[in-house]
């Protein structure tokens, strides 16, 4: 790990989390996490070619749940838009 200070915030286990984990790195509010989930979709939609070979259903309307529900493909998506690494801890 670098010589970054890290916290632990602990967030609703409500299908949010990861974004509302994000929207705290990024705009130090939980209540931002819709924000964070309509980048990450309209970043997926924008690059279907990056993406619809790891979903196994309908990408359209897979892109359509995931902007209310969770989805399998958010992590690499949203690492791919924000341009982030991940150290895991």
């Not at 990056?50 to 902007?67: A, T």
Request: aromatic fraction near 12%; hydrophobic fraction near 35%; charged fraction near 25%.
């Amino acid at each position: 790990m670098n010589n970054e200070e890290y916290s632990v915030v602990k967030v609703q286990k409500d299908g949010n989390c990861f974004f509302t984990c994000r929207a705290v790195e990024l705009y130090e509010d939980t209540s931002r996490h819709q924000k964070v989930r309509s980048a990450d979709v309209d970043y997926m939609c924008n690059k279907a070619g990056s993406f619809s070979y790891v979903v196994d259903r309908d990408f359209d309307q897979h892109m359509q749940n995931m902007r209310q529900t969770n989805g399998h493909t958010k992590t690499w998506a949203i690492l791919m838009c924000y341009a982030w690494t991940v150290d895991p801890i």
